[in-house]
């Protein structure tokens, strides 16, 4: 368990690297070690938890400034969720630094999706404690704020819907979803989208799914609507 590697990989440098080890010491671990003094990353994963939900949240009022409470709310939900923060994790190869028990690892539990959300969550909990907010807003900033800019979320949102309400104020104004591209193999396909207003193209997407693209695409649209 190199924490150090993990601290030159982030970019960040905790002044209590015990509370780093305990961000990724999984209860299973400290379960087989009873004799040590250890804890579990489970109340850092409570803590870590509620400060990403604020920064997310924040992020998102200051800059999805057409949504309403309850499209926030939907986003931010698509965002901290499990799929989402095990997806983090594993870009940021945190599975790799767990403390597991030998039944969970042996078991696979450094790609459990479970197991990689919580330690995310730990690790904020960790930096907050360690270093403040403002901490873990700049992470926030490099690790998951840029994936909301370029849509990776669009997804939870109805763009497209959106997009069309835009477009009916104008009464003459047409609008069209055309699938530009196609690639990859059949079980990891890539759709890119254009949507054409009267006849332009208005925004691009690119996504696994055509609906995905096709979303990606409306929310396209509607920045350069309200640019």
Same mark, same amino acid.
């Given at each position: 368990?190199? %924490?150090?590697?993990?601290?030159?990989?982030?970019?960040?440098? @905790?002044? !209590?690297?015990?509370?780093?080890?305990?961000? $990724?010491?999984?209860?299973?671990?400290? #379960?087989?070690?009873?004799?040590?003094?250890?804890?579990?990353? +489970?109340?850092?994963? @409570?803590?870590?938890?509620?400060?990403?939900? &604020?920064?997310?949240?924040? /992020?998102? /009022?200051?800059?999805?400034?057409?949504?309403?409470?309850? *499209?926030?709310?939907? %986003?931010?939900?698509?965002?901290?969720?499990?799929?989402?923060?095990? +997806?983090?994790?594993? =870009?940021?190869?945190?599975? !790799?630094? &767990?403390?597991?028990?030998?039944?969970?690892?042996?078991?696979?539990?450094? =790609?459990?999706?479970?197991?990689?959300?919580?330690?995310?969550?730990?690790?904020?909990?960790?930096?907050? %404690? !360690?270093?403040?907010? *403002?901490?873990?807003?700049?992470? %926030?900033?490099?690790?998951?704020?840029?994936?909301?800019?370029?849509?990776? $979320?669009?997804?939870?949102?109805?763009?497209?819907?959106?997009?069309?309400?835009?477009?009916?104020?104008?009464?003459? /104004?047409?609008?069209? /979803?055309?699938?530009?591209? =196609?690639?990859?193999?059949?079980?990891?396909?890539? @759709?890119?989208?254009?949507?054409?207003?009267?006849?332009?193209?208005?925004?691009?997407? #690119?996504?696994?799914?055509?609906? =995905?693209?096709?979303?990606?695409?409306?929310?396209?649209?509607?920045? #350069? @609507?309200?640019?």
């Amino acid at each position: 368990m190199n %924490l150090s590697q993990l601290e030159n990989q982030l970019d960040v440098a @905790f002044s !209590d690297h015990d509370l780093l080890k305990q961000a $990724f010491t999984h209860s299973s671990y400290v #379960n087989e070690h009873r004799d040590q003094n250890i804890s579990d990353n +489970e109340r850092l994963e @409570f803590l870590g938890d509620a400060v990403l939900e &604020l920064g997310v949240s924040q /992020y998102l /009022y200051k800059h999805q400034e057409r949504l309403e409470e309850g *499209d926030l709310t939907k %986003l931010r939900a698509s965002i901290v969720c499990e799929p989402s923060l095990a +997806e983090f994790s594993r =870009e940021l190869n945190f599975g !790799d630094y &767990l403390l597991l028990g030998r039944g969970e690892e042996q078991s696979g539990g450094r =790609e459990r999706p479970a197991i990689l959300a919580d330690v995310f969550e730990a690790f904020l909990g960790g930096l907050y %404690l !360690d270093q403040g907010y *403002d901490a873990v807003i700049q992470f %926030l900033k490099k690790h998951v704020y840029p994936k909301i800019t370029t849509g990776a $979320f669009s997804h939870a949102m109805d763009y497209k819907s959106k997009l069309q309400e835009q477009v009916q104020q104008h009464r003459n /104004y047409s609008i069209d /979803y055309v699938i530009a591209d =196609e690639k990859g193999p059949s079980h990891d396909k890539e @759709f890119a989208a254009e949507v054409i207003i009267n006849g332009n193209v208005a925004g691009t997407g #690119n996504g696994h799914t055509k609906k =995905e693209a096709e979303q990606r695409a409306a929310k396209q649209a509607l920045d #350069n @609507f309200e640019a």
